[in-house]
């Protein structure tokens, strides 16, 4: 069995031509794998990109099988967990409200079952919840470009309240994606929607990538219906937002700004 760690930025051209002959080997096998993949996960590409080399935060998918785990906001994947209040009496002038566990947020896909069981933490709190899994209307359209080796195509989806373009690579006959978005020919390895507040982008991809301990349904929260899942993260959200505000009016500085987009804006 080959194990292949894809570091999509770093492979020199004899690396590539060593990957391209193991990919004709194990391409009629990759449905049966098991794999990982990292990807950087940025809220608000414009403001996040402003003098910083490494932005965003990782991220990770783990496959088998039909069944998905995408994973983010974890504090073991997190430089630095500084809560907004701290921040404040700090001095930052961009907080983000990201709210991380040791669990993270969670997007666990079963597409045999045709459900995601879903973790969100929300003021400190975690909450599980679940949905159908959604139907995602891809359009293929021209365009190419390479990310990293590989050989990547457009593609274009209305979802959640935000348009997407997705790129997908045909090399990796997987149907797998970040967060959500799934259900094209290929591995997505780039998404970003067009108001450029939501981006992927895949780092690495390890095939085979043993993810027992790591391919787990969402535990260790409240279960509520997915409509009340909704409501309290945008609610408690905007109650946290409200808090926040009333500490720099008490603070006299109206300079601070806030980072918080939710990745579902539900105006589909």
């Not at 993949?37 to 990109?49: F, I, K, P």
């Not at 566990?101 to 003021?123: C, K, P, T, W």
């Not at 919840?129 to 209307?137: A, G, M, R, W």
Request: net charge positive; with cysteine; glycine share 6%.
């Amino acid at each position: 069995m080959f194990h292949i760690i894809y570091k999509l930025h770093q492979l020199s051209f004899s690396q590539f031509l060593l990957v391209l002959s193991l990919f004709l080997f194990l391409e009629n096998r990759l449905n049966a794998q098991e794999g990982m993949v990292r990807y950087r996960q940025v809220m608000n590409l414009n403001a996040s990109m402003a003098g910083k080399k490494n932005i965003g935060t990782s991220s990770f998918l783990y496959f088998k099988e039909n069944i998905s785990l995408y994973v983010y906001n974890r504090l073991k994947d997190l430089p630095s967990a500084t809560s907004p209040e701290a921040s404040i009496l700090k001095g930052s002038k961009h907080i983000s409200l990201k709210q991380a566990d040791a669990d993270g947020n969670m997007i666990y896909s079963d597409f045999n079952a045709g459900i995601l069981e879903l973790r969100q933490l929300v003021l400190g709190h975690a909450y599980l919840s679940e949905e159908p899994v959604p139907k995602i209307h891809w359009i293929l359209v021209n365009g190419e470009k390479n990310i990293g080796i590989f050989r990547c195509k457009k593609a274009l989806t209305h979802f959640r309240g935000r348009d997407y373009i997705a790129w997908y690579t045909p090399d990796i006959p997987l149907k797998y994606g970040p967060w959500k978005l799934y259900g094209l020919p290929g591995l997505i390895l780039e998404a970003i929607d067009q108001s450029r507040q939501v981006y992927f982008q895949a780092d690495s991809i390890t095939i085979p990538y043993a993810t027992g301990k790591e391919l787990v349904a969402p535990g260790n929260g409240k279960r509520v219906p997915f409509k009340e899942f909704k409501t309290i993260e945008y609610e408690y959200s905007k109650r946290l937002l409200e808090s926040l505000q009333s500490i720099i009016y008490t603070a006299g500085d109206n300079r601070i700004t806030f980072d918080y987009n939710p990745l579902e804006i539900f105006s589909d």
